[in-house]
Nanobody
Framework: QVQLVESGGDLVQAGGSLRLSCAASGSIASINSMGWYRQAPGKQREWVATITSGGSTNYADSVKGRFTISRDNAKRTVYLQMNSLKPEDTAVYYC?????????????????WGRGTQVTVSS
């Protein structure tokens, strides 16, 4: 059983910073890409950032220059450092990862989601 557990969400004032964490646990052989998505009230879930197993990163235009994604492979954890937060960043932030279990063939991954952590930015 694989789990992704997010933490770090909070209420913060505009211009402030937060650091989200997402730890993967369970029966894991390897983790490929890891990423963050968010969903604001009344809106569809949107992609925020991705980091590959090799450390390459990509960001949505709305967060580029303000957010930084990183990972610690030994800890099976992905982070999202969020700076210069804006009220429009308010959302539930979800962790996502492509994970290979020990019985799965090399190169095959299953996609997993965490349950989310709430980020609220006040103006």
């Amino acid at each position: 059983q694989v789990q992704l557990v997010e933490s770090g969400g909070d209420l913060v004032q505009a211009g402030g910073s937060l650091r989200l964490s997402c730890a993967a646990s369970g029966s894991i052989a390897s983790i490929n890409s890891m990423g963050w998505y968010r969903q604001a009230p009344g809106k569809q879930r949107e992609w925020v950032a991705t980091i590959t197993s090799g450390g390459s990163t990509n960001y949505a235009d709305s967060v580029k220059g303000r957010f930084t994604i990183s990972r610690d492979n030994a800890k099976r954890t992905v982070y999202l450092q969020m700076n210069s937060l804006k009220p429009e960043d308010t959302a539930v932030y979800y962790c996502n990862a492509d994970i290979r279990g020990p019985t799965m063939p090399w190169g095959r991954y299953r996609n997993y989601w965490g349950r989310g952590t709430q980020v609220t930015v006040s103006s």
